[in-house]
């Protein structure tokens, strides 16, 4: 973290956003140049994700950046951060293919040692040549379907012919399903808002039975950083979280990245 | 008298030298004789001294008896035993190793002496990582050693707790009585946080990630500075009028529409009746028949018509047939001389092609007349 501040606060206050985004691109192009000189490429693509921060906190909020952002923290061998990004752009875009499988390689890179699959994530829950509606689009296409459903009623209502019938029926059905679709895509990101993603950012953190180092681990597995879970509770420096799997136990809030507003 | 006082007083000496740490004295009450109720006296002004037997003297045969028997019990039996540790280092920082060693000296048997169980002590297992290691006898020294390697777990240990050593002391009655606890004292540490580790002292060594090349992408151009509002429903008013919206528009236009075309209702209304609904179908496939046939078939689905609707029973019926019947059935005259003419052209046709007055759309005529049957208020 150290690094990125300094990166950060090494960066004119007066540079605008599209000079910063130059830079960055800048940057990443250097770096890649050098990708076979770890030591010289990582510092750039260090810099190249200080960038894309300082973005965000000037409110740039979108998949594009997230998926720009992980990648550079990526290359930078910033495994959790490149992940907490690659899921702040899947939670806007759910759909993106590019997110998905960086994603998906970057979990691949997650220690997790002994027999017990701690943390272990099940992939995206909708196959990803589904075309993808984003909640905007969702929400247009079911008043549109709506729509079409009453018109259909109503002139099957004058004429009794069954073709109108058989478009109100469609409209209605489109509509139910996306309707559904709707309301479980907001549920989830309500669940999403209650309990933020949490992502280990150190290596052999212990998963405790309670909120101090006096508590035993829960198992002798320890976390590794990388590793994804939801944040249950907090009380003070310890936040209780929840793994994939459903194990649940606290951690010390210094060891963690919080993907908090 | 004096003997038995001396024999205690020495007694005590040596238990006051056994407990070279802290024992804790059991007290015995049982008087089994005048000789004994004197050492119990004389036990209440002497400390420990009640506690020792007159009977067993040095005897260290004696069993432990289960009763009584802590769950922490040595198994060392003997008059005097005495506890040390010894560790180093005392400095380290949290996690790091340090080597502990359990020294046991006394008078009895060290063979029967097990190692004690750190891991079930509540204060050494919830501050400590504990690894047993190995053990001597070292008989020169009528001592026992026990090694250990201790881990703190965290910054915030202290020290090395005191560890509690339960033996069988023989001597004391009753035997159940016998069990003493000796402590061995507590060692102080200090322990530091452990250093992090910064970036660049591994920064270097591990190899370049071998990343598919989409991770070797960025995505250009203004687009990443794009600020996305996060997803939220309309308001409950716009979102009741979103769903009132549709039906209340249909609902308009079918008044529009009514209103626009009376007749189209009319015929919407009639086309309910199932027999009409039929006989505009069928008719409706005649279109593209000739002349000829469509009289045919025109005649023949107006007759399935009238038996589905008003009950005619002739199969095929004359037109002066047709024109009784709906005029009993309740139609106008006109009508039914509609009808009847409507069949009698139909058996022109059919019959008598040269003379056919006119080349009419049978099927244009067979609708308007099931349109205007269905039209009429028939008596129910």
Known sequence: ?261 | MENFELKIRKQAARSNMACGTRVFPVVHCQFRSARHVALVLLGSLIPCAATFSDEAGDRDEVQPPLAGRPAEFSGAIGSHFDVQMRAAPVRLQAEDPLLLTVIITGTGDLQAIRRPNLRRLHRFAEQFHIDNLEERRVPAKNACEFDYRLRPRAAAVREIPPLPFVFFNPKILPHEKGYQTTLAKAIPLTVQPREKVSPGRVEGKTPMLEAPDSVYQLVEGSMVLRRESPFGLPGPLELGALLLGPPMLGGFWYIVWRQRNPDAVSQARKRRSRAAQHALKALHRLDKLDALAQAHQAEAVMASYLRQRLDLLTAEPTPTEVARHLEQSGSSPALAQEGARFFAECDAARFAPGLMARADNWTETATRLVLALEEESWPS
């Open chain 1, 1 to 261: 973290m150290g690094p990125l501040l300094l990166a950060i606060s090494l960066l004119p206050k007066t540079v605008a956003d599209a000079e910063l985004l130059r830079q960055a691109e800048t940057l990443f192009s250097a770096g890649t140049a050098v990708r076979d000189k770890p030591d010289k490429a990582r510092p750039l693509f260090q810099r190249v994700a200080s960038c894309y921060e300082e973005l965000r906190q000037r409110g740039a909020h979108n998949p594009e950046l997230y998926r720009s952002q992980g990648n550079a923290y990526l290359l930078a061998a910033d495994l959790p951060r490149a992940i907490l990004a690659y899921q702040r752009g899947l939670r806007l875009d759910p759909g993106d293919p590019s997110l998905w499988a960086n994603l998906t390689y970057a979990r691949t890179q997650v220690a997790r040692p002994g027999p017990r699959d701690l943390g272990r994530l099940t992939e995206a829950s909708v196959p990803l040549w589904l075309p993808h509606l984003s909640l905007h689009q969702r929400l247009l296409f079911f008043f549109c379907t709506y729509s079409l459903g009453w018109l259909g009623i109503i002139r099957w209502w004058m004429l009794r012919r069954t073709a109108a019938l058989a478009v109100g029926v469609l409209g209605f059905s489109l509509a139910t399903l996306l309707a559904g679709s709707l309301t479980l895509a907001l549920w989830s990101e309500r669940q999403q808002s209650l309990h933020p993603l949490v992502v280990i950012a150190q290596d052999r953190v212990p998963l405790r039975k309670g909120n101090g180092v006096l508590y035993p681990p829960r198992w002798e597995t320890p976390l590794n950083s990388g590793v994804e879970a939801r944040l249950q509770f907090e009380r003070g420096d310890w936040l209780q979280i929840e793994l994939a799997g459903g194990q649940t136990g606290w951690v010390p809030r210094a060891a963690v990245l919080l993907d908090a507003p």
